[in-house]
């Protein structure tokens, strides 16, 4: 018969036979054994209890934490699962409603790319700009750069040096800036901004590009006006209160024996 090491213990202290102990100084001595594994049998009673009593305080904690736990859990569960569904439909709304946008946008571009626009003779800049353009004068142009925090190096590096191109053709204009074998090549659409909340429109013989600011409701903070005057083109940029001018000549030729306006037919980003 296999016995705990408790039981054990036990047994030890009940098969103690009192009637067998002798008497004189060993008697003394075994009694006082006897009281002693007593003394410790109750005690080992009272830690079984307390024992016993932990344990099931214990049981009962453990037995709190896993409800909490399973109730916790599904009502998380359940709410990530209703929030998860909503996105989802929010998502799916989104994407019909970009979608139904940007048919709308490549309609109206189609629309304008193809429609005539009124007869260049009012306007003779629209024919005349067309070409490359070399830079031959500039007034203000460091003072200004210096000014407009938001300009990187290589792009104020272009400003003051590069040629400039254009075409006009109906509804859609093409610029580019050529300088030291590298072009910024864009292709934008009589009113219609780009990204960058870009504009162009023509006005008083006048080649104008307004851009508004995103940050302050719209308000526009940079206008250039282009304009041919004894045949020579003037571009004059006013931005945020600062203003400068370059002057240009027309080239018989492109200067990169090729033309830079050429398969540029998406929109500027």
């Given at each position: 018969?296999?016995?705990?090491?408790?039981?054990?213990?036990?047994?030890?202290?009940?098969?103690?036979d009192?009637?067998?102990?002798?008497?004189?100084?060993?008697?003394?001595?075994?009694?006082?054994?006897?009281?002693?594994?007593?003394r410790?049998?109750?005690?080992?009673?009272?830690l079984?209890?307390?024992?016993?009593e932990i344990?099931?305080a214990?049981?009962?904690?453990?037995?709190?934490q896993?409800?909490?736990?399973?109730?916790g859990?599904?009502?998380?569960?359940?709410?990530?699962?209703?929030?998860?569904?909503?996105?989802?439909?929010?998502?799916?709304?989104?994407?019909?409603?970009?979608y139904?946008?940007?048919?709308?946008?490549?309609?109206?571009?189609?629309?304008?790319?193809?429609?005539?626009?009124?007869?260049p003779?009012?306007?003779?800049?629209?024919?005349?700009?067309?070409?490359?353009?070399?830079?031959?004068?500039?007034?203000?142009?460091?003072?200004?750069?210096?000014?407009?925090?938001?300009?990187?190096p290589?792009?104020?590096?272009?400003?003051?040096?590069?040629?400039?191109?254009?075409?006009?053709q109906?509804?859609?204009v093409?610029?580019c800036n050529w300088f030291?074998?590298?072009?910024n090549?864009?292709?934008h659409?009589?009113?219609?901004?780009?990204?960058?909340?870009v504009?162009?429109?023509v006005?008083?013989?006048?080649?104008?590009?307004?851009?508004?600011?995103?940050?302050?409701?719209g308000e526009?903070?940079?206008?250039?006006?282009?304009?041919?005057?004894?045949g020579?083109?003037?571009?004059?940029?006013?931005?945020?209160?600062?203003?400068?001018?370059?002057?240009?000549?027309k080239?018989d030729?492109?200067?990169?024996?090729?033309?830079?306006?050429?398969?540029?037919?998406?929109?500027?980003?």
């Amino acid at each position: 018969m296999d016995y705990t090491y408790e039981s054990k213990i036990i047994e030890s202290f009940e098969y103690v036979d009192e009637s067998e102990v002798s008497s004189g100084d060993e008697s003394s001595e075994l009694s006082m054994v006897l009281e002693e594994m007593k003394r410790l049998r109750m005690e080992n009673a009272e830690l079984k209890n307390d024992n016993s009593e932990i344990k099931e305080a214990l049981r009962n904690v453990l037995t709190l934490q896993m409800t909490i736990l399973e109730q916790g859990s599904r009502f998380d569960l359940k709410s990530i699962g209703n929030a998860i569904n909503s996105l989802k439909a929010d998502n799916c709304v989104l994407h019909e409603a970009i979608y139904s946008t940007q048919q709308e946008i490549l309609n109206v571009k189609y629309l304008i790319k193809n429609k005539r626009r009124s007869d260049p003779c009012e306007n003779p800049i629209e024919t005349e700009i067309n070409g490359e353009w070399k830079l031959i004068e500039s007034n203000n142009v460091d003072d200004f750069l210096y000014s407009q925090t938001d300009i990187f190096p290589f792009e104020a590096s272009r400003i003051r040096h590069s040629n400039v191109c254009f075409e006009l053709q109906n509804n859609q204009v093409k610029t580019c800036n050529w300088f030291s074998q590298y072009s910024n090549l864009e292709v934008h659409y009589f009113g219609i901004p780009n990204e960058d909340e870009v504009l162009f429109f023509v006005k008083d013989n006048k080649l104008i590009s307004v851009q508004k600011s995103r940050e302050t409701n719209g308000e526009v903070f940079s206008t250039i006006e282009r304009f041919i005057e004894n045949g020579k083109l003037h571009i004059v940029w006013e931005r945020n209160g600062f203003t400068c001018e370059r002057v240009y000549e027309k080239l018989d030729s492109w200067s990169s024996n090729t033309d830079p306006l050429k398969g540029t037919d998406s929109i500027a980003p």
